[in-house]
């Protein structure tokens, strides 16, 4: 086989091993009884700043993370480069359900003040495999 096809064979078996993950944690939150999903509230949320009891100014997702998905971002506080969100260029986002809710749970916290519901989580993971 050509390395060219290996290359795409893997990238789209990536791209499937993320988006299965995304399935499974879709079923878990709808478990916790949240549902149906939405990219465009995912995407509210993505936009939308929070004051924080910091008392810094206000946060959002796109703070750090970017508007477009599909682009990388910087961390506010460490300027650290972040890997583009959206699962159409970087398949891997979503593959490892663990490190997922490890993420929601240090992000949320950071930007909402609080930990997201099992709707938000799956409003975003519907908004990052949508785009």
Known sequence: MKPTLLLTLGGV???????????????????AGAGPFSAAAG??????EHRTTAGDGPRSCAGCHGRDLRQGGRHAQTGKPIEPMAV??????LSDPKKVEKWFLRNCRWTFGRECTPQEKGDFIDYMTNR
């Open 13 to 31: 078996m990536l791209a499937t091993t993320a988006l299965g993950s995304a399935d499974g944690l879709l079923a878990r939150y709808r478990a």
């Open 88 to 93: 159409s260029v970087n398949a891997t986002r």
């Open 43 to 48: 995407e509210a949320l993505w936009l939308a």
